[in-house]
């Protein structure tokens, strides 16, 4: 069985489990496999030789309950030991890489399961991550609305350490409370800086607002807000060209109806102004926030331009 939610992988752990995942969530979900079962945790990291796998599987349970083998670094098993590795009964052994080979995965389908959060896509993962947030604080007798959560996990969901940590921070927040608003979220946690600048790309390109106060640290910052409106630029021609969009429902009405009114060429204008920034970013000694405010003003002037041409072909 392959999973790609860790929901539904916890549900029901099978005796042996891959998971593949990224460094930055395997500290989340070793803690996950330690609160979920019963019994002993035995820890193996990239020193532990299989030798010192197998002596620990052997070895009966001190308390007669389950053993629990977390593995880092199984990328140097032969065919031979993965053989002994399954032949084990009782134990449950979880194995963390990026990749792996497809005989090793196909093995692990019939005769246990695999968790595979390397295939969720970004939007996969906010949308189900808005759904336990929703499902948890409705469940402490609190009401949060739909966008009010995206709200939340858009801080956060890059990092379902940091995920799990600030839940619970907001619903010890929100006991006493009827309902969480943004202005809480605002409180309990503060906008990362990626966050801002994909906020900032979106009012641009979206709405034509210009932020004259708004400062960056340097080449790095400027890139990577250029490739937010790069993305804000795709986005839109891929509402126009039909192909599937996964948004939340509150923002998929929005983006469709201004992405019809602007049209294509304005989308493909944004992708050349971005072009250019870069270009200039990398090629010229101006500071990154006197770029960003010329990339801005370009990015409204065409944004002006597509509004006032869609205003006059409504008017015929």
């Not at 880092?72 to 890489?97: H, P, R």
């Not at 970004?122 to 009010?148: A, C, F, M």
């Not at 937010?228 to 509150?250: C, D, M, N, T």
Request: glycine residues 4%; charged residues 30%; proline residues 3%.
């Amino acid at each position: 069985m392959e999973y790609t939610n860790e929901q539904d992988f916890f549900k029901e752990v099978k005796a042996k489990n891959l998971l593949l995942a990224d460094d930055k969530d395997q500290a989340h979900l070793i803690s996950r496999i330690k609160n979920s079962n019963v019994g002993e945790c035995f820890f193996f990291d990239e020193e532990r030789t299989f030798a010192d796998l197998m002596n620990e599987i052997m070895q009966p349970s001190l308390f007669g309950g389950k053993k629990i083998m977390i593995v880092l670094d199984c990328s140097s098993y032969s065919g031979e030991q993965w053989d002994e590795i399954f032949k084990q009964e009782g134990s449950i052994c979880f194995f963390f890489k990026k990749t792996s080979s497809k005989s090793l995965e196909e093995r692990f389908k019939r005769c246990g399961s695999i968790l595979r959060l390397t295939a969720e896509k970004p939007w996969d993962r906010k949308n189900r991550l808005v759904k336990e947030v929703v499902y948890t604080i409705h469940k402490d007798g609190v009401t949060i609305s739909q966008p009010t959560a995206y709200r939340f996990v858009e801080r956060v969901h890059n990092n379902l350490q940091l995920f799990h940590t600030e839940l619970n921070k907001l619903r010890a927040y929100a006991k006493g409370k009827s309902k969480i608003e943004d202005t809480d979220i605002d409180a309990i946690v503060k906008p990362l800086p990626e966050e801002n600048l994909f906020k900032v790309s979106e009012e641009v390109v979206w709405k034509g607002v210009f932020f004259p106060n708004f400062t960056l640290d340097g080449i790095s910052n400027l890139l990577q807000i250029i490739g937010s409106f790069r993305f804000q630029a795709y986005l839109g021609l891929k509402i126009l060209s039909h192909e599937e969009v996964k948004l939340p429902p509150w923002q998929e009405k929005k983006y469709k109806q201004k992405a019809k009114s602007m049209g294509d060429s304005f989308f493909k204008e944004i992708l050349m102004i971005a072009f250019r920034a870069e270009r200039r970013a990398k090629q010229s000694s101006i500071t990154a926030t006197a770029i960003f405010n010329l990339l801005s003003l370009e990015l409204i002037r065409a944004f002006t331009r597509s509004s006032i041409n869609q205003s006059a072909f409504l008017k015929r």
